[in-house]
């Protein structure tokens, strides 16, 4: 294989370096904002030269974002070049733009390094499809924000210190927002929801909030309710659609979920057959996540030539059912009484809601307090 990279930051350095080591992957040219000594004599500062190189068999985009990668991705492909990306926000935007352009050229596109960082999630997901019917997903999809809470409820370090030490490890995006506001595990979400029901699941479509505003006293709420706070995205599959959400929630301290650490995630799946099954590891970091990169290389070099499904007929989105209790805290006086069944200071728990009218509720809250931080509770 001659392959080149597409960036070469966190990810793309440690690609390089790791391909180094094996026999039958040569990475010839480097896109990259400035040259180092690590790619003298490969770097160039166009994407000409490598998507326009036809020696170049296979494209691996580490750049993130998603203008020019969509671009340098589309064209790639209209090449004839394999595609391996760990670019979520990339596969989430153009879903179905992609799987078109795979089958139209028949190359291979892989992105498992988009989901889960190092853990070998949407190539498992794809096989325990065979023979079986998935039914539910979801779990810790986010190592900066499960790194940021287990060090707020462990160490009780301020949030803004432990996003920079998050950052400092590589596991932020560029734009930490991402990761903040949820929008890195919606894209996720997106994703592996689309994989796992062969549908496709519009990233839009899934309600989503995140920790920019979590406060000590929400990880001491958690606490009085013998619970963890975590980020965690679930989905559904329903008898027509699917639902699916991304938010913070109180998670029982007896539930695996509730001792994932640091920069770890816990994804898992349910289906008919099989049961659940769950899968851990480093959720974000250079190595990890490279390590995945370089797992999808080998298998174009062992004959993939294909994504994780074929379908994408687009799914409803429907949060309508399984109502659960829900924690806010807000500054707002319009709380609505009549939902509330514990009340403390500037804090309630709501009755049952489902996940649509908790997220209505939530929205209202934001016009009067933009600073209002919602969780589920689960049982
Ligand atoms: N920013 C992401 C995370 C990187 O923290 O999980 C891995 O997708």
């Known amino acids: 294989m001659k392959a080149a990279l597409l960036g070469h930051g966190t990810i793309g350095v440690g690609v390089d370096r790791i391909v180094k080591e094996i026999p039958g992957i040569e990475i010839v040219r480097v896109l990259a904002l400035e040259t180092d000594e690590e790619i003298i004599g490969r770097h160039t500062f166009s994407a000409d030269d490598i998507l326009g190189d036809p020696e170049i068999d296979t494209v691996i985009e580490v750049m993130g974002g998603i203008h020019p990668a969509w671009e340098f991705i589309s064209r790639a492909m209209e090449a004839g070049k394999h595609v391996v990306t ?13 799987l078109a352009l795979q089958k139209k050229h028949g190359v291979a596109f892989r992105c498992t390094a988009a989901v889960g960082g190092g853990i070998p999630w949407l190539v498992n997901l794809s096989r325990e499809k065979q023979g079986d019917r998935i039914t539910k997903i979801g779990g810790i999809m986010n190592g900066t924000t499960n790194y940021i809470l287990s060090r707020m409820d462990l160490e009780g370090i301020a949030f803004s210190d432990a996003l920079l030490d998050a950052q400092k490890l590589g596991y932020a995006e560029k734009d930490p927002s991402a990761d903040i506001d949820g929008d890195d595990v919606r894209r996720k979400l997106s994703i592996s929801a689309s994989v796992a029901y062969d549908c496709f699941v519009d990233e839009q479509m899934i309600p989503t909030a995140g920790i920019r505003s979590v406060l000590p006293e929400d990880l001491r709420a958690a606490r009085e309710k013998g619970c963890v706070l975590k980020l965690a995205a679930f989905s559904e599959r329903l008898e027509a659609g699917i639902s699916a959400c991304v938010a913070p929630f109180f998670v029982p301290r007896e539930r695996l979920l509730a001792s994932v650490p640091a920069n770890v995630n816990l994804i898992s799946l349910t289906a ?27 298998d174009i070099v062992s004959g993939v030539r294909c994504f994780y499904t074929e379908a ?18 807000t500054v707002s006086e319009d709380f609505p009484e009549d939902l509330v069944s514990e009340r403390s200071g500037s804090s309630a728990v709501t009755k049952p809601l489902s996940v649509l009218e908790a997220f209505r509720l939530l929205d209202e809250l934001r016009k009067k307090d933009p600073a209002v931080f919602m969780a589920g509770i689960l049982s």
Not at 312 to 329: E, I, L
């Open 312 to 329: 994408a007929a687009p799914a409803a989105v429907d949060n309508g059912s399984t109502p659960t209790a829900w924690y806010f805290r």
């Open 86 to 98: 760990a670019n979520k926000a990339v596969v989430a935007a153009y879903y179905r733009e992609l």
């Open 272 to 298: 008919e057959h099989a049961g659940e099954l769950c899968f851990s590891g480093q959720g974000a970091g250079r190595y990890p996540t490279a390590k995945n990169v370089v797992l999808d290389l080998l």
